[in-house]
Structure formats: structure tokens, C-alpha cells
């Protein structure tokens, strides 16, 4: 079970507690104490008392008996009903994404018990976990007390993250917003990285960011050399294209690559990696196969038992969800709703060279791409994605993880802007024609900057000006790993 525990290294911690301006008599909660890196920082500093939960039976039973003086509890924080307020509250809360929440039950978290509890009113249906455990945190925080808390900075793009940031700020301020980058965790590739410091004062004020890097073992400052420059390009994504995630199977063991013989007539072609991919177009790419049941050839029963073996395997799992809701409803649990995929498909992780990929094989795009649908001239489409005034857009939004991945979320494409290509003259347009199909038969990167220097023309932006930042940001972001 995914507990979402990522632990905290303690120079981490030690600095988090650091951040507190509280009496020497203070009382601090620690809602998810894990191996107790934070309890271990407070031991350190002799000053404050602290109340700790923590819902992982195997974890308690170790950290516990190295801090006899604390009040720890085998609980769960956001079921707990104490209504004791804290002087101060510290905290790494679990990453668990909203779909695995329900994977908890057994512990009993799931979506429906905290949705009941009236302070989590105010959060999107696709709220983090850690999103409620910092809404409960702060409901027990005392007036003017701190919270000092440690979680993804992805939530200031988010969409979710608009409603949570709203819950947030309606009682406190931010006194100390602090990106962190480098290996913060004892096992985790995350490096979009926020510590937060707020105080439970209403006045709803937020602080400049700040830049802190972990480097051999050492927290050093540093400016943010990356403040995003305006492209000032108007024209929405919706313009020119619409975009899906590829095909969710719901189970890739059994529907990628089906192990039983005879497959011939049962599957399709299916792209799961960009690392089946050598260019810009799919065609010679390496393609893996899908499972596709025909109802007419239900009789094979090579494809019965494989199915029927499947069946037995996930009612006894009680997992994927979805499958076994649809087996218990007696549906064609089996069959997957497939849907036209050509077009251009992006992978929504990146490391070094990002690129949109033209699709116009038999192929099957699966999940870890995005599948776009121009609606322009799919060539003029193709070129206004591959340039350096879009990429940079993605740089400048996308989520940084570790070994230099950048990962792009679907509102990250669907909120890229364009020049107006209505202005754009009759040469210029014949030419991103020209460039972009070029770009799909050749993979020569170099067409990217020729795309660019056209684009350039409808930008207050140089070339030589997106170029350098694009560089910068690229360079920044495979460094800080």
C-alpha cells in the first residue's frame, strides 16, 4: 500500500525548524511523523514540546522509542477529533495523487469520509492528500501561530492548486516562501520543491520566493536566474489544435504485449515509450502490441482463457477499480474504447530535447503522450510546437523532477499562446508548411531554428533573445539535479 511517504533529510529538517519564531514554551504538532526527522530537530533545540501522529503501525513502533518526552500517537491526523490548537506545526504530509486516495480505505482514508468533514469544503475534487492534511493543519493552528511545511511547488500552476491556495490564504500569510532544489529527500526524485513558512494571522500576505539548493550536504542561496520573459504571442492553443491523453488501459500487464500465442488478429500497434521514437515522426518506430478483442473471434480459446486467467487475477486483487466495477457489472470489462490517434503526440516527460512528434501511422498512442489535433493546416500546427518560443513556454511551467525530468501536465499545452497567423504573410506561411513537414521526414534539429527566425518576424522577442533564455533555462534545469 502507498502510504505516500517520502521522508525528509534531516538537513532539511533542521533548517524547517530553524524558520520558527516561537516562546521556548511552545507546543508543536508534527501530523505525519514518519521516521521523525523533524521530531529529531526539535530534540536538538531543547525548547519546544511536541504532539506527533502518525498512521504507519511499523514506523510508530521505531521512531517512538527514541523520543520518550514527546506525545506520539498511532493515529490518523485527518480522522484524529482532537480539537487542541498548537502553537506551531511542522510537517512533510503524503504525496498520494486524488485517484489513489481510495487505495487507503483500509485504513480507513477515503474520498468520500474526508469530503464529509466540513473544512475540506473548500478543496478541488482533485486535491493532492497533502492538500487536506494542510487544510486540517492549519484549522489547529492557534492565532498567530506557524506552520512550517515542506510539499510539491507544483500546486502554483495547478488547477487544483486555485482552490487550495484560496483555502489557504483565507486565515494565513505567507512569511516565507522557499524553493528548494537538489536531493531534499532520503529517496524521492522530486525536485520542484516548497517550504512554506505561515502564520495564522488573516492579513492574507504573501513574501517574495526565495532560492535555496541542497549541494553536498550543504543549503546555499541562490537568485533565481530564470524569471520568465514575455513572449506577448495573444492567440490561445484552442486556435489551433485540440489535445487528449493517449489511451489508459487500466491494466498495462495484461493489455500491453499479451502473453499467449496466436496473438495474430487480436492486437494493434501501440507506442508506449518515447524511446520507441528515433525522430519527429513515428513512422519506422518501434511499436509494442495491444491487446484488441474482437467479439467475433471471442471462440479462440487461446483469448478465453487469457481472459478468463485476467478475471480470476483481479477480483482476487480488488484492483485496477475500474475493471473490477465493470466486471461486477457484467460489462465488456475487456474490450478498450479506442480512438483516433493520429495527429502530433508529445510525451509529457522531458529531459533533454523536447519535441512534438508527428503521428500519421497505424499506431496506437498510449498514455505517456498527449495527442493533439490541429485545427489549422497540420503543418503550419506541426511548426508553430516545434519552435523555441513554445518550448521555452513549457520550460517555464512544466514541473521539474529529478535527473533533469520535466514533466508537462495537459493545462500546461492548452495554455501555450501564438502569433496570430492571420497577420502572417503568404510566404511566411508556405514556409512553416515547408519547415514543418521537413521536420517530420528529417529529425534535423536545426529546422526547429529556422522555424523560429520566422516566428520571430511576429515577436517583440528576438531570436537571438528567445534563443539565449531557452539555452539558459534548458542549462539551469539539467544542472540543478
Not at 539548493?213 to 537568485?223: F, I, S
Request: some cysteine; glycine content about 6%; charged content about 25%.
Amino acid at each position: 500500500m502507498d502510504l505516500g511517504q517520502v521522508f525528509t533529510k534531516g538537513i532539511v529538517a533542521d533548517y524547517m525548524v530553524s524558520l520558527f519564531t516561537l516562546n521556548k514554551d511552545a507546543i508543536v504538532l508534527d501530523p505525519c511523523f514518519g521516521e521523525g526527522a523533524f521530531l529529531s530537530s526539535l530534540k536538538k533545540l531543547k525548547k519546544y514540546s511536541a504532539v506527533g501522529y502518525e498512521i504507519d503501525s511499523d514506523l510508530f513502533s521505531k521512531t517512538k522509542k527514541n523520543y520518550p518526552q514527546y506525545t506520539l500517537k498511532n493515529a490518523d491526523f485527518l480522522q484524529a477529533s482532537s480539537r487542541k490548537k498548537y502553537d506551531g506545526i511542522i510537517m512533510n504530509p503524503p504525496y498520494v495523487r486524488h485517484e489513489k486516495i481510495n487505495e487507503l480505505a483500509e485504513l480507513g482514508v477515503c474520498k468520500d469520509v474526508l469530503n464529509s468533514n466540513e473544512i475540506f469544503k473548500g478543496l478541488p475534487s482533485t486535491a493532492n492528500l497533502y492538500m487536506y492534511f494542510i487544510i486540517k493543519a492549519v484549522s489547529l493552528l492557534k492565532r498567530n501561530g506557524e506552520m512550517i511545511v515542506i510539499f510539491p511547488g507544483s500546486w502554483l500552476q495547478a488547477k487544483n492548486g486555485d482552490g487550495f491556495s484560496s483555502a489557504l490564504h483565507k486565515d494565513c500569510s505567507v512569511e516565507r516562501q522557499i524553493h528548494i532544489s537538489g536531493d531534499v529527500f532520503e529517496a524521492s526524485a522530486l525536485v520542484d520543491v516548497l517550504i512554506l513558512k505561515l502564520r495564522k494571522d488573516g492579513k492574507n500576505r504573501v513574501a517574495e520566493p526565495e532560492f535555496i539548493k541542497l549541494n553536498n550536504g550543504v543549503l546555499e542561496t541562490y537568485e533565481n536566474k530564470n524569471e520568465a520573459i514575455e513572449i506577448n504571442f495573444n492567440e490561445p492553443f484552442s486556435s489551433i489544435s485540440k489535445v487528449r491523453r493517449g489511451l489508459t488501459t487500466g491494466c498495462n500487464g495484461m493489455f500491453i504485449n499479451p502473453s499467449f500465442s496466436r496473438r495474430e488478429g487480436h492486437t494493434r500497434p501501440i507506442i508506449s515509450s518515447p524511446k520507441q521514437i528515433a525522430g519527429f515522426s513515428t513512422k519506422g518506430a518501434v511499436s509494442d502490441e495491444l491487446l484488441v478483442i474482437d467479439p467475433n473471434k471471442l471462440k479462440d480459446t487461446d483469448v478465453t482463457s487469457f481472459i478468463a486467467n485476467w478475471e480470476k487475477r483481479i477480483l482476487a486483487d480488488g484492483k485496477p477499480e475500474t475493471l473490477v466495477k465493470k466486471i461486477k457489472d457484467q460489462k465488456e470489462w475487456y474490450r478498450l474504447n479506442l480512438f483516433d490517434c493520429h495527429g502530433i503526440i508529445f510525451s509529457y516527460f522531458v529531459r533533454n530535447d523536447m519535441k512534438f512528434i508527428y503521428n500519421d501511422t497505424d499506431n496506437v498512442i498510449r498514455d505517456n503522450f498527449y495527442v493533439l489535433y490541429p485545427a489549422i493546416d497540420k503543418w503550419v500546427c506541426f511548426a508553430l510546437l516545434n519552435n523555441l518560443y513554445t518550448f521555452y513556454q513549457l520550460e517555464c511551467v512544466g514541473k521539474k523532477y529529478g535527473a533533469g525530468l520535466l514533466k508537462i501536465q495537459r493545462y500546461d499545452i492548452e495554455n501555450l499562446h501564438f502569433p496570430n497567423i492571420k497577420t502572417f504573410s503568404d510566404a511566411d506561411i508556405d514556409e512553416l508548411k515547408k519547415l514543418g513537414k521537413k521536420l517530420a521526414k528529417t529529425s534535423d534539429r536545426k529546422i526547429i531554428d529556422d522555424i523560429t527566425h520566422v516566428l520571430s518576424h511576429y515577436s517583440d522577442v528576438s531570436y537571438e533573445k528567445i534563443s539565449a533564455e531557452y539555452n539558459d533555462i534548458v542549462k539551469n534545469r539539467l544542472e540543478n539535479v
